[in-house]
């Protein structure tokens, strides 16, 4: 095989695992501050899908304008959906099983919401940037690159977010001790609400991002639900930085693996790898027991 | 407070607390007053962590008021207490285990009455514990248990309270650090803040309290001085095997 | 938990197996009798799932693996080899079972309830994904047609069975004792020692392991015997429609329905999957022109019955008419 092709599939594989990174992450903020596992994180980037392309195809707004609209919509979307559900049934004993059955049926709910609303068409959203860069013999989209540089600057951002912020400690004092974090003062329930927000606000993202190359329809939100559970299982489940490595990570393998097979395998083999994981460390790759 | 010299600033009414099907306090009551300490004693299962959860708002009380500074606060939630002027340090520590201990302090101000102080209680607070500032940038989980304990007490320090309820502040440690956090006890209450603790060891308690209650099976058994209260038969009987 | 049933309970269970039996007798409509099959193969396969999520706590979320492996395994057994339905229908549950053997051993390394819903999940994807690839064997997306039927025969009194499309009622009494035969299984497990521990273990894993039960052993056995009776439920799916889509036999469709039936009848009870089955089969039918709202209704139908109801529909009885407390 040429180098070249190879190379580009690396650098494309990144490009989709820096995608992967932010549903992922979205997951792993859920979870890791309010230990729910949300089967409706798909129906974000659905969502913001559509959010997207409506405000661009539809009402002609300028990418830079829409994609910041759609994300906050998403944003807003996510926390309201946290204070109708979750707040109530994280309070009760059996929570955890509860909240997996609630956030399921809601992702029933929104997809097929969705489906009425919108229809099943496939719909997709023009290239944001036209042209390819190309770096010697190897070629690629602008768009693709811009797709990287966004979620590169997102995760970024997140992170000084994180580390830096009055609300990114509040976030991370409550991801690691509810009641200490309570005691100091840190309204926790308004924390989970935020959480929700923001990884509906990353999946949104990710889909607006991938909306001018991959269509949006009513199930799109499935198959990345899968991927970013694949994601914070290779990460560790809960842990930000873990997500994006393991986003990272997910991406290359697959399509390191898609030119070994064929790409109709791609989601056996991150399926599968997943599954090996979890035989071989629950924990994740990078995570301590 | 000038109304009232008499009012005590935690006023405890018959307070009851059911988990489940199974009630851990039975008619509650209990009084501090500003610049005391005050000891909760009792054995394991005795409910007398839950009182001070139950105070601070961790845990719902089913009947029965919490009032601070005649102010009812039963069954508001935790994160405003530090506003009015109490904070609490949990069972264990427990600590932000990832975070810094720069960022565990610091965590104590987060509150917004409190936040604009945050400076210089860093700066009381480091005065208190030398630890705080040497120690910085460590990951507050690798610390020793006594080193943690100081910790997590600088960061119930941070907001400022007039109250300051410990729940088992000996737990795990040596007899070592137990003396140094007893000594550190102290020089809280010297501050003017009131402080409730609860513990088992009653010749420890009473080293430094001035008033204690005796909980058993979750209800009140004993209240009074910590001489009054050494001098009492059940005490005397059960807990110094006298 | 698992007390003798009252004698009420025993003349209510004998009154619905009576009216089970004399039904065809009252309308042998091929409809009426095809809506009651289905029925009762999603109520073996929502007894199976409330096994192990309900009884044993393990909530796994992808058994409609199970269901495709069982009913793609038997299809394709009599097909390529010729063997009888009435034999490859237990094939196609010992396949389930391996798998579910297979893929219960790393869940049951983990307690972590999230962990194990994703595992499973991404487990039934995969097996999707190989029933719709391996187009060769599976004939894929398009769709396994000429599954054979089971085989007639004469019953002395009654005279020739057969099983055909157009003979329903006999579809109707073997899946009604499959059905009767698998709660009998069900309830018989609840009752043993290992049904005891299995609660026990629910109720708290540490308990259980203290009275020295073997918790993984029991674990794999619970699952490996709930992915059998779905395998065989979807053999028996396969057999009786004679074919089988990916969507249709592995879809997450499909198991997004079972939960709604457990969860609307009753989680960890004996006939809550039963009576969800029956009532969500029904409500459907009834609302055929809605068929689009179908799966809003059932997403819709889970969430307000985990807010709102988390016992489910058998527990309302108690809800209102509360039995005396026993001493």
Known sequence: MNLAIFLEQILNGLIAGSMYALIGSGIALVYGTMKVLNLAHGEFYMLGGYFTFYLTVQLGLPFWVAIPLAVLLAFLLGMAIQKLTIEYLIVRENWAFTTIAATLGLSIVLQNAALLIFGERFNSVPYYVDGVMVLGDIRLPWQRVMIFVVALATIAAMTWLLKYTRLGWSIRATSQDQDAAEVVGIPVRRVYMICFGLAAALGALAAAMLAPISAINPWAGIPILLKGFVVVILGGLGSFPGAIVGGLLLGVVEAVGVQLTSSEWRDVISFSLMIAVIWWRPWGLFGKK | ?242 | ?327
């Open chain 2, 1 to 242: 407070m000038a109304t009232d010299t008499d009012r005590p600033m935690l006023d405890v009414r018959n307070v009851n607390v059911i988990y489940g099907n199974y009630q851990v306090l039975w008619d509650v009551s209990m009084q501090a007053h500003a610049g005391q300490v005050m000891a909760v004693l009792g054995p394991n299962g005795s409910g007398k962590s839950t009182i001070l959860k139950a105070i601070m708002g961790l845990t719902p009380v089913r009947s029965g008021k919490v009032l601070l500074d005649g102010e009812d606060i039963t069954n508001r939630p935790a994160h405003e207490m530090v506003a009015r002027g109490m904070s609490m340090v949990l069972e264990r520590r427990r600590l932000f285990t990832g975070m810094t201990v720069y960022e565990n302090v610091m965590l104590g101000a987060y509150h917004p009455s409190v936040q604009k102080h945050a400076r210089d209680r860093l700066e009381w607070v480091e005065s208190l514990f030398p630890i705080i500032a040497e120690r910085r940038d460590q990951i507050a989980g690798k610390m020793s248990g006594g080193e943690q304990q100081m910790v997590a007490i600088a960061r119930a320090l941070m907001s400022k309270p007039r109250l300051l309820l410990m729940d088992e502040p000996y737990l795990g440690l040596t007899p070592r650090i137990v003396q140094q956090i007893a000594g550190i006890i102290r020089k809280v209450n010297a501050e003017g803040i009131a402080v409730i603790f609860n513990e088992q060891n009653v010749k420890l308690s009473f080293g430094i309290s001035n008033h204690g209650y005796l909980l058993e099976s979750g209800r009140v058994m004993l209240s009074g001085s910590g001489e009054e209260m050494m001098k009492s038969d059940v005490i005397r009987r059960v807990y110094l095997g006298e």
């Open chain 3, 1 to 327: 938990m698992f007390k003798p049933f009252t004698l009420q309970a025993r003349l209510g269970m004998a009154g619905v197996l009576l009216a089970m039996l004399l039904l065809p007798a009252l309308t042998a409509d091929p409809y009426v009798m095809h809506v009651m099959v289905l029925t009762m193969i999603f109520g073996i396969f929502a007894s199976a799932w409330n096994l192990v999520t309900g009884f044993a706590g393990l909530k796994t979320f992808g058994h409609h693996a199970f269901f495709g492996l069982g009913a793609y395994g038997s299809a394709l057994i009599a097909i390529n080899l010729g063997l009888s339905p009435w034999f490859t229908i237990w094939l196609g549950g010992l396949i389930a079972a391996a798998a579910g053997l297979l893929i219960g051993t790393p869940i049951l390394r983990i307690r972590s309830m999230p962990h194990v819903a994703i595992v499973t999940l991404g487990f039934a994807e995969i097996v999707r994904i190989c029933v719709a690839n391996l187009s060769g064997l599976t004939r894929g997306e398009m769709g396994l047609w000429g599954i054979p039927q089971f085989e007639g025969f004469t019953l002395p009194l009654v005279g020739p069975v057969s099983f055909t499309p157009a003979d329903k009622v006999s579809f109707y009494y073997l899946a009604l004792a499959l059905t009767v035969l698998v709660l009998l299984v069900i309830v018989r497990l609840m009752r043993s020692k290992t049904g005891l521990a299995m609660l026990a273990m629910r109720d708290g894993e540490d308990a259980a392991e203290s009275l020295g039960v073997n918790l993984t052993r029991m674990k794999l056995m619970v699952f490996g015997l709930s992915a059998f009776i779905v395998g065989i439920a979807g053999a028996f799916y396969a057999h009786y429609l004679s074919i089988l889509t990916p969507a249709s036999a592995v879809g997450v469709d499909l198991m997004i329905s079972i939960i709604a039936m457990v969860l609307v009848g009753g989680l960890g009870t004996v006939s809550g999957p039963l009576v969800g089955a029956f009532a969500l089969t029904l409500m459907i039918e009834a609302m055929r022109d809605l068929e689009n709202y179908r799966l809003l209704g059932y997403g819709a139908l889970i969430v307000v019955i985990v807010m709102f109801l988390p016992k489910g529909l058998v527990t309302l009885r108690e809800r209102f008419f509360p039995r005396p407390q026993e001493q």
